[in-house]
């Protein structure tokens, strides 16, 4: 897992972003966005739970922190 930031237009956005294991950057993946209630944070919804089995399964995946 890497912590990551950006920006959008209008906010600085935390996420955490997860990769399979094995991922070569020189190959494409389907990845997918894993969004959490409002409310919630990441480690307890989507961001720990979700991403984690999606990785295995071949996914990129990246969950946005609350």
């Known amino acids: ?3 990551v930031r950006f920006k959008n ?3 600085d956005v935390a996420a955490d972003l997860r990769l399979p294991e094995g991922f070569d950057r020189a190959k494409k993946y ?3 966005i894993c969004a959490h209630p409002i409310g919630s944070c990441k480690e ?3 961001g720990s ?3 984690e089995r999606l990785i295995e ?3 990129v ?3 946005f922190d609350a």
């Open 9 to 11: 237009r209008t906010w």
């Open 1 to 3: 897992m890497e912590s």
């Open 44 to 46: 307890q919804t989507s």
């Open 49 to 51: 739970v979700y991403a």
């Open 57 to 59: 399964l071949g996914y």
């Open 61 to 63: 995946t990246l969950a």
């Open 30 to 32: 389907p990845a997918i």
